[in-house]
T-cell receptor, first 114, second 110 residues
Framework: DTGVSQDPRHKITKRGQNVTFRCDPISEHNRLYWYRQTLGQGPEFLTY????????KSRLLSDRFSAERPKGSFSTLEIQRTEQGDSAMYLC????????????FGSGTRLTVV | LAKTTQPISMDSYEGQEVNITCSHNNIATNDYITWYQQFPSQGPRFIIQGYKTKVTNEVASLFIPADRKSSTLSLPRVSLSDTAVYYC???????????FGSGTRLQVQP
C-alpha cells in the first residue's frame, strides 16, 4: 500500500455537469476526510467518515455536494450541477485509529469548471 | 475550535535554522498541535505532532511551552527543497476534523 490514491488527477468539466471523484485511503485507516483548496488558501474541510459513517459535514458544504464511503473502504465525492466557483483542488486524507502520524493526504484532484 | 495565527511568509537562506511560531490562545485540554508541509500541486504532508514540551524527529523539532498557547516549529539547516507552505493545526482528531489556516510561506534562498 503506497498511500492515499485519488482519481482522476485532473478534471475539466462544463458548468452544469456532474462530476465524481474517487479516493482510496490507506487500507488500515478507518477515517477518511475530504478537503477543498483554492489557490493561495489553506485546505478547507468538507466532510469526514469513520468507516462507512459520515460523522461530520461542513456547514459550508452546498447540497450539490455528496460523499459516500460504502463498506468503509474507498470514498466518492460527487458535485452536481457544477459552478465555476467549484474550481479547486479536492484533497482526500486518511487517518489511522492511532492518530499519532497525522493525516496522510493524496495528491488531489484538480477540478476546472469552464 | 482553536484558532491559529502564524506569519504569512518568511525568508531564509540555505543552511540556516528556521523557526516558525504559531499562536493558539484558546487551545483545549485534549488538543494536539500538528504541523504540515505543502508543496505546490501536492497534498499536505505530516511533519510533526506534539502535546507539550519538546518533540523531535528526523525532520524537525516542535517546542511547546507549558501554557501551550503557542508552538514553534524548528527546521534545522534548511535547503532549497524546504521552500513550501507550513501549516500549524490544533485540535483533537478523535472528535473533529482539523481546520487549516492560511499557513506560512517559507522561501529558502541559495
Amino acid at each position: 500500500d503506497t498511500g492515499v490514491s485519488q482519481d482522476p488527477r485532473h478534471k475539466i468539466t462544463k458548468r452544469g455537469q456532474n462530476v465524481t471523484f474517487r479516493c482510496d485511503p490507506i487500507s488500515e485507516h478507518n477515517r477518511l476526510y475530504w478537503y477543498r483548496q483554492t489557490l493561495g488558501q489553506g485546505p478547507e474541510f468538507l466532510t469526514y467518515f469513520q468507516n462507512e459513517a459520515q460523522l461530520e459535514k461542513s456547514r459550508l458544504l452546498s447540497d450539490r455536494f455528496s460523499a459516500e464511503r460504502p463498506k468503509g473502504s474507498f470514498s466518492t465525492l460527487e458535485i452536481q450541477r457544477t459552478e465555476q466557483g467549484d474550481s479547486a483542488m479536492y484533497l482526500c486524507a486518511s487517518l489511522s485509529s492511532e492518530e499519532r502520524y497525522g493525516y496522510t493526504f493524496g495528491s488531489g484532484t484538480r477540478l476546472t469548471v469552464v | 475550535l482553536a484558532k491559529t495565527t502564524q506569519p504569512i511568509s518568511m525568508d531564509s537562506y540555505e543552511g540556516q535554522e528556521v523557526n516558525i511560531t504559531c499562536s493558539h490562545n484558546n487551545i483545549a485540554t485534549n488538543d494536539y498541535i500538528t504541523w504540515y508541509q505543502q508543496f505546490p500541486s501536492q497534498g499536505p504532508r505530516f511533519i510533526i505532532q506534539g502535546y507539550k514540551t519538546k518533540v523531535t524527529n528526523e525532520v524537525a523539532s516542535l517546542f511547546i511551552p507549558a501554557d501551550r498557547k503557542s508552538s514553534t516549529l524548528s527546521l534545522p539547516r534548511v535547503s532549497l527543497s524546504d521552500t513550501a507552505v507550513y501549516y500549524c493545526l490544533v485540535g483533537d482528531t478523535g472528535r473533529r476534523a482539523l481546520t487549516f489556516g492560511s499557513g506560512t510561506r517559507l522561501q529558502v534562498q541559495p
